[in-house]
C-alpha cells in the first residue's frame, strides 16, 4: 500500500504549458512538501506546507504554485513551462511532531520540457 | 558554505568491502539527521535515522553523529552489488515554522560483483 504516490510518473510536454503534478498520501500527515531534484542529484526544497502555513522557498518562480485541496494531498501547478523546469520532482510528508522525524517520500515525477 | 557537504563520488568498491559515506554541515541546530537511499528513477528511501550524537546499528548499515565535529557517517558492511544506489545525508532541525530538511547532494555507489 503506497504511502506517498505522485502522478504521473513521467510527464513530457512542450514549452508555454500549464501542467500540474498530484500527491496524495495516506500515512495521516500534516505536512507536505515538493522537492526539485537537479541534474546533480541533489534535492532542493520547494514548498512545505501543513494545514496551517505554506512555506514558499523564495528562489523558486511564481510560475510553480502548490495548491492543497485537503490534508493528504498537495498538487503542484506550473504554468508557461520553461525548458529549465526539466526535472525530476519529488512530494513528501512527514508529521509535525517531534517525536516522528522522518519525511517519506514519493516515486518522483520526471518532467521534461521540450 | 554550504549547509550540508557531501562528496558526490562516483565510488566503486568490490563486493564484501566496507564502505564509508560521509557528511558534513555547518548549522549546529540540526538534531536529526538521516540516511536515504535512492535507486536509480525510484524516489529517495529512508535507510537509517538518528537522533543528536551517537551509533546506530541495523544489519549492515551503521550510521555514526558526531554534532561536535558536524560529521556523520554511515558505513555498510559486506556491501552487496544491490546496494549500488545513490545515498543522500539529510538533516532537520525544528524552527518557528516547522521541521526544516537539509539535503546533501548524495554519494553515487557501485558495489562491482
Known amino acids: 500500500d503506497t504511502a506517498v504516490s505522485q502522478t504521473p510518473k513521467y510527464l513530457v510536454t512542450q514549452m508555454g504549458n500549464d501542467k500540474s503534478i498530484k500527491c496524495e498520501q495516506n500515512?495521516?500527515?500534516?505536512?507536505m512538501y515538493w522537492y526539485k531534484q537537479d541534474s546533480k542529484k541533489f534535492l532542493k526544497i520547494m514548498f512545505s506546507?501543513?494545514?496551517?502555513?505554506?512555506?514558499i522557498n523564495e528562489t523558486v518562480p511564481n510560475r510553480f504554485s502548490p495548491k492543497s485541496p485537503d490534508k493528504a494531498h498537495l498538487n503542484l501547478h506550473i504554468n508557461s513551462l520553461e525548458l529549465g523546469d526539466s526535472a525530476v520532482y519529488f512530494c513528501?510528508?512527514?508529521?509535525?511532531?517531534?517525536?516522528?522525524?522522518?519525511?517519506?517520500f514519493g516515486q518522483g515525477t520526471r518532467l521534461t520540457v521540450v | 558554505q554550504k549547509e550540508v557537504e557531501q562528496d558526490p563520488g562516483p565510488l566503486s568498491v568490490p563486493e564484501g568491502a566496507i564502505v564509508s559515506l560521509n557528511c558534513t554541515y555547518s548549522?549546529?541546530?540540526?538534531?536529526?539527521f538521516m540516511w536515504y537511499r535512492q535507486y536509480s528513477r525510484k524516489g529517495p528511501e529512508l535507510l537509517m535515522y538518528?537522533?543528536?550524537?551517537g551509533n546506530k546499528e541495523d544489519g549492515r548499515f551503521t550510521a555514526q553523529v558526531d554534532k561536535s565535529s558536524k560529521y556523520i557517517s554511515l558505513f555498510i558492511r559486506d556491501s552487496q552489488p544491490s546496494d549500488s544506489a545513490t545515498y543522500l545525508c539529510?538533516?532537520?532541525?525544528?524552527?518557528?515554522?516547522?521541521?526544516?530538511?537539509?539535503f546533501g547532494p548524495g554519494t553515487r555507489l557501485s558495489v562491482l560483483p
Open positions: 513528501a510528508s512527514s508529521q509535525e511532531d517531534r517525536m516522528n522525524t522522518e519525511a517519506f
Open positions: 500515512l495521516g500527515h500534516d505536512t
Open positions: 506546507y501543513n494545514n496551517k502555513e505554506l512555506i
Open positions: 548549522n549546529s541546530a540540526f538534531q536529526y
Open positions: 538518528t537522533y543528536s550524537s
Open positions: 539529510a538533516m532537520s532541525a525544528w524552527d518557528n515554522y516547522g521541521q526544516n530538511f537539509v
